[in-house]
């Protein structure tokens, strides 16, 4: 059978035309998008769950287009990594959380010192300039090297393993401290998790969702928390949206907790404000 190629097939189905369309419209609107200054930056707290202290914040990414509003990254984050777009919205996006952070130090008591975490995808983590932009993002913004966080997916970090422990071990030398994300939904094996220089595990939100009613998510959660914790990690549930939830990731000894249940992502001002009350969520 000959193959056809994506424009090939689209003669033959309108429906398909339509959609390579609008990726090509998409994708030369972000082409524009960072020299218009499009995007945003909004910040989630991370909480520690004994205390309610805010101890950290994620960085996510924005895009306010100009006819058809906001834009989530879900949308826009595949075409990016696709067409390598992604490399520099990442280091944009790197670079604005570095100076946020450093903004944000004189509104935070310093222990534990607010954590600036940033995600990364496949591609910026292949990306042979990936050291040298974190190590500009840093002398530029000032931020110290512990007080950034990356979040990489499990799927990267197991994906090529060689290349990947390099870089995460190239990131602690700087002391630059890593997490993986969305842990439990790709297919790590234990024993080559033993050997990554990780700092933190991020459980993945659809177990967070069952934690009570579900007695399988609940016991895969508590297996995480214990097995980060023997590992010498600390563990971060993420999509945290009810008391109850908070309530059994404290009896199992989860460190940290993110969801809607603490604050949805905030714009910078809104997060400024938040910092300046400093009172526990
Ligand atoms: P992620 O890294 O797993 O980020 C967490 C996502 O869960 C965010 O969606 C956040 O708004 C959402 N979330 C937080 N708490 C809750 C909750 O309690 N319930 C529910 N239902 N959702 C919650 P967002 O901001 O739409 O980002 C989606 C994904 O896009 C992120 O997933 C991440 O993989 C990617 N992304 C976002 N910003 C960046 C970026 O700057 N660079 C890269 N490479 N990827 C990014
Ligand atoms: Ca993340
Ligand atoms: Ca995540
Ligand atoms: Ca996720």
């Known amino acids: 059978k000959a193959k ?8 033959y189905d309108p429906s398909m035309h339509a959609e390579v369309l609008e990726r090509l419209r998409l994708e030369n609107d972000m082409r524009r998008a960072l020299e218009e200054e499009e995007f945003e930056v909004h910040y989630q707290p991370k909480v520690q769950l004994t205390t309610g202290a805010m101890t950290g914040v994620e960085a996510l990414v924005r895009w306010r287009h100009p006819e058809r509003g906001m834009i989530s990254p879900g949308q826009f984050i595949p075409l990016a990594e696709d067409t390598g777009l992604i490399v520099p919205i ?5 670079e604005t959380a570095c100076r946020q952070a450093k903004e944000w130090e004189a509104l935070h008591p310093d222990s534990p ?6 995600n990364l995808s496949a591609r ?3 990306h042979p300039s990936l050291m040298e932009d974190i190590l500009a993002a840093l002398q530029r913004s000032g931020l110290e090297p512990h007080k950034l966080q990356l979040e990489v997916t499990e799927s990267v970090v197991m994906d090529n393993s060689e290349h990947a422990i390099g870089v995460l071990r190239e ?3 700087l002391g630059v401290k890593s997490a993986m994300d969305d842990f439990g939904t790709g297919y790590s094996s234990l024993g080559y998790l033993k050997t990554l220089p990780l700092s933190n595990l991020k459980v993945d939100r659809s177990f967070v969702k069952g934690l009570g009613d579900n007695a399988e998510d609940s016991a895969i959660v508590r297996l995480v928390v214990d097995l980060a914790h023997t590992l010498g990690l600390k563990v971060t549930a ?3 949206e009810t008391a109850e939830q908070v309530a059994h990731l404290k009896e199992m000894g989860c460190d940290l907790g993110q969801g809607f249940y603490f604050s949805r992502p905030l714009a910078s001002e809104a997060m400024t404000e938040l910092l300046e ?3 526990p969520l």
């Open 90 to 94: 990442g280091m944009w996006v790197l």
């Open 4 to 11: 056809k190629g994506k424009l090939g097939y689209a003669l």
């Open 171 to 173: 990131l602690r030398k």
């Open 113 to 118: 010192p607010l954590m600036m975490a940033v």
């Open 124 to 126: 910026q983590f292949r």
């Open 277 to 279: 009350a400093g009172v």
């Open 238 to 240: 993420e999509g945290v």
